[in-house]
């Protein structure tokens, strides 16, 4: 029983209990879902905020592997460019031209040649 003689629902004693912010802002939502049927229970509560978090953690995780690949095809991209530089300062071509063909700066070039000799 409540202060007002009312006997609380799971909906209502299972926020605090849990101190879960989610569910206290979230107890409206699932009153307006479930009202006081039966078979809304704590663990029903329970197992769909899980599910909510769940969800959650998927679109984080997917969102940090997009970042992770994003970054790591621009490593390859930059490592790619660094051979072939190189194979082309070992074919003789100029520092000039291997600007002008792969649109480069020059300090790129000379990074490249430094670490080739």
């Not at 490593?75 to 002008?100: D, V």
């Amino acid at each position: 029983m409540n202060r007002y003689g009312k006997a609380s629902s799971n909906i209502d004693i299972l926020p605090v209990i849990t101190d879960n912010a989610a569910l206290l802002q979230n107890k409206e939502a699932f009153r307006n879902t479930y009202g006081n049927q039966e078979g809304f229970n704590m663990c029903q509560a329970l197992d769909e905020l899980m599910a909510d978090k769940m969800n959650e953690g998927i679109l984080i995780g997917k969102r940090e592997g997009k970042h992770e690949g994003i970054l790591l095809e621009k490593q390859n991209s930059e490592a790619k460019i660094r051979t072939i530089i190189s194979n082309m300062l070992a074919g003789g071509i100029s520092c000039e031209n291997i600007c002008r063909f792969l649109e480069c700066d020059p300090s790129l070039v000379e990074q490249v040649q430094a670490g080739i000799q």
